[in-house]
């Protein structure tokens, strides 16, 4: 699922990561938006315009993703809280469990969230669903394919970690309906 505006997704997956843009104006008060321009073009390895990525900035601070600071000449870009937020559910919806050949093995996911996460909880469940896992119990999810890497990845976006469990088993009697729905 791509985002409704892929550059501005990409210019926050950028500072995301732990950069901070910084660019000093030595001639000119413009030359800081220059060399952004310049820095985005060649990180992002595409031909955006400086149309584009001055649009995609002005969305970012507006929306208050990002913020810039000036201080003795120089343009920090930093991403705010809100914008790691708005950048993490993005990378959540990103997420997709690819379906190999089955190694005959379940994998049982349970979790016990407390309410105090039970936005997360019910957003964990949504998005277990859309991938495709059998809600077997409550709090207890099954898949036949390997997933270890993604749930953790989904769990530390929603920082729910430590309530999730992945439970590794081989076939058991009465599977036969799970080997039917997920057609192996």
């Known amino acids: 699922m791509k985002p409704k505006n892929e550059l501005s997704y990409k210019i926050l997956k950028i500072l995301s990561v732990g950069a901070l843009i910084t660019a000093v104006s030595i001639l000119s008060p413009t030359l800081p ?38 201080k003795e000449r120089k343009l920090k870009i930093m991403i705010s809280k ?13 997420i997709e469990i690819k379906p190999t050949t089955w190694d005959r093995r379940w994998r049982l996911l349970t979790f016990d969230i407390p ?15 859309d991938l495709g896992f059998f809600h077997f119990q409550r709090s207890v999810f099954i ?11 989904l769990a530390n976006i929603l920082d ?25």
Not at 44 to 53: N, S, V
Not at 143 to 153: I, K, T
Not at 165 to 183: A, E, N, S, T, Y
């Open 115 to 129: 309410e105090n996460h039970k936005g997360a909880r019910q957003t964990f469940r949504r998005k277990l669903k």
């Open 160 to 184: 729910i970690r430590e309530y999730v469990h992945i439970l590794i088993c081989d076939r058991f009697p009465g599977d036969q309906p799970l080997v039917k729905k997920f057609k192996l």
């Open 82 to 94: 809100l914008g790691r937020r708005h950048f993490a559910k993005q990378s959540m919806n990103e």
């Open 143 to 153: 898949f036949p394919y390997a997933c270890e890497l993604e749930l953790g990845e």
């Open 33 to 70: 938006y220059v060399l952004l321009r310049a820095y985005l073009r060649r990180k992002l390895r595409t031909k955006y315009t400086p149309y584009q990525i001055n649009n995609s900035l002005a969305y970012l601070k507006r929306k208050k993703f990002i913020a810039f600071k000036f």
